[in-house]
Nanobody, 122 residues
Framework: VQLQASGGGLVQAGDSLRLSCATS????????VGWFRQAPGKELQFVAT?????HYADSVKGRFTISRDNAAKTVYLQMNSLKPEDTAVYYC???????????????????WGQGTQVTVSS
């Protein structure tokens, strides 16, 4: 299984970015695919995940939208109304067996991409 994250960059507060996670080596439709982020000096934080349903962290609900293209085996994270506190390295993650009650736990995901930096200036 390989995950390739892309789309990060430097933007101003209020701007938008779209992250992409291109996957290979997996039966895409069976996998939870999502995003975690890590700001400097802070722990990994769940952002969103998707399989048949979507799940979001409260801090991004209403601003971020996760979606998937099964034909392209790619997951997208559309991030709108970005805030400086969204600044972090964003990691794409995947796993086929995720306990729903623990899907916000990074230990549920065995496959991780390389990360893409998102920086939001005020």
């Amino acid at each position: 299984v390989q995950l390739q994250a892309s789309g990060g960059g430097l933007v101003q507060a209020g701007d938008s970015l779209r992250l992409s996670c291109a996957t290979s080596g997996l039966t895409f439709s069976r996998y939870y695919v999502g995003w975690f982020r890590q700001a400097p000096g802070k722990e990994l934080q769940f952002v969103a995940t998707i399989r048949s349903h979507t799940h979001y962290a409260d801090s991004v609900k209403g601003r971020f939208t996760i979606s998937r293209d099964n034909a392209a085996k790619t997951v997208y994270l559309q991030m709108n109304s970005l805030k400086p506190e969204d600044t972090a390295v964003y990691y794409c993650v995947a796993d086929a067996t995720v306990i729903l009650s623990a899907l916000r736990d990074p230990r549920q995901y065995n496959y991780w991409g390389q990360g893409t930096q998102v920086t939001v200036s005020s």
